[in-house]
């Protein structure tokens, strides 16, 4: 059974850091792409993240580009994401999500979800 | 950004046919997929690539396309099916940016 399993979420600080991993198993992880997405309290899903297989291509959404940084391990199977700068408004579960586009690029869609870390950025 | 829109709510009968829609000017070029997420767990795709199922999800559940308009379509809906439906799909700034729709939470009575 496919595993992704998230943590490193709590409570932080406006300004405040915070990293969130995310392990996975079972499937060829260096050979997948990867996502992380968020979930604001009682709201809908966003995406914020992606990283290509070998690490070389990343984009972000622009709510987050500039303070976020995705990366990965292939060796230990682990995708990571640093918060730095970090809002109230980043407040959410963040869910590592594998993506794929199927055969082609007319789609992207995620098909692998962890269970989500909770981030809390408050005073 | 673009932006995909969804109706906040749906019910349906127990046994019935329902469809949840997803509009935006994304879904011209590139095709929608559906997750269902219930409460308390992380979203489950049910429909990926406008209208593929993953291994694991009944065939009541379908999905087509038309214009700027993609359909998630429950043929007997079921109990279980009850949650928040979100449909995604590229957007059309590039750069690999992906868009959801807002939900739709279904109700089975």
């Known amino acids: 059974e496919v595993q992704l399993v998230e943590s490193g979420g709590g409570l932080v600080q406006p300004g405040g850091s915070l990293r969130v991993s995310c392990a996975v198993s079972?499937?060829?992880?260096?050979?997948?792409?990867m996502n992380w997405v968020r979930q604001a309290p009682g709201k809908g899903l966003e995406w914020v993240s992606y990283i290509s297989p070998s690490g070389s291509t990343i984009y972000y959404a622009d709510s987050v580009k500039g303070r976020f940084t995705i990366s990965r391990d292939n060796a230990k199977n682990s995708l990571y994401l640093q918060m730095n700068s970090l809002r109230d408004d980043d407040t959410a579960v963040y869910y590592c999500a594998r993506g794929d586009d199927g055969d082609g690029s007319v789609s992207y869609y995620y098909d692998y979800w962890g269970q989500g870390t909770l981030v809390t950025v408050s005073s | 950004s673009s932006e995909l829109t969804q109706d906040p709510a749906v019910s349906v009968a127990l046994g019935q046919t329902v469809r949840i829609t997803c509009q935006g000017e994304?879904?011209?070029?590139?095709?929608a997929s559906w997750y269902l997420q219930k409460p308390g767990q992380a979203p489950v795709l049910v429909i990926y690539?406008?209208?593929n199922r993953p291994s694991g999800i009944p065939d009541r559940f379908s999905g087509s396309s038309s214009g700027n308009t993609a359909s998630l379509t429950i043929t007997g809906a079921q109990a279980e099916d009850e949650g928040v439906y979100y449909c995604n799909s590229r957007d059309n700034s590039g750069n690999h940016q992906v868009v959801f729709g807002g939900g739709t939470k279904l109700t089975v009575v």
């Open positions: 994304s879904l011209r070029r590139y095709f």
């Open positions: 079972i499937f060829t992880f260096r050979t997948y792409e």
């Open positions: 690539a406008k209208d």
